[in-house]
């Protein structure tokens, strides 16, 4: 079981940024592929973004130059730096972990989510 705790979330206006923070409880992090999906209102949850545990990363089209994955193994955390957020950014963000190295979906253990709202 790995708990996951995300912060960072909040209101912005467009064209501002806003970076995401997950902590893993796990000692074995480094061990772990993570990732970030988001569900939009109205819409089933979507990928966005992984990260496998050798630095591997996939992003979704509709981030990709906007927003940058990374990890710190050191400090069992993974964040998501969104630059340029525009409104159809807005959804509840979630963490992910899983030992499945693929870099594709995110799957495994789940945070609770934090909220991202852009207006513009």
């Known amino acids: 079981q790995v708990q996951l705790v995300e912060s960072g979330g909040g209101l912005v206006q467009a064209g501002e940024s806003l970076r995401l923070s997950c902590a893993a409880s796990?000692?074995?992090?480094?061990?772990?592929?993570m990732g970030w999906d988001r569900q939009r209102p109205g819409k089933q949850r979507e990928f966005v973004a992984r990260i496998s545990s050798g630095g591997r990363i996939n992003y979704s089209d509709s981030v990709k130059g906007r927003f940058t994955i990374s990890r710190d193994n050191a400090k069992n955390t993974v964040y998501l730096q969104m630059d340029s957020l525009r409104p159809e950014d807005t959804a509840v963000y979630y963490c992910?972990?899983?030992?499945?190295?693929?870099?594709?979906?995110?799957?495994?253990?789940w945070g609770r989510g934090t909220q991202v709202t852009v207006s513009s």
């Open positions: 992910n972990a899983g030992l499945d190295d693929s870099i594709t979906t995110n799957s495994g253990f």
């Open positions: 796990r000692s074995t992090f480094r061990l772990y592929a």
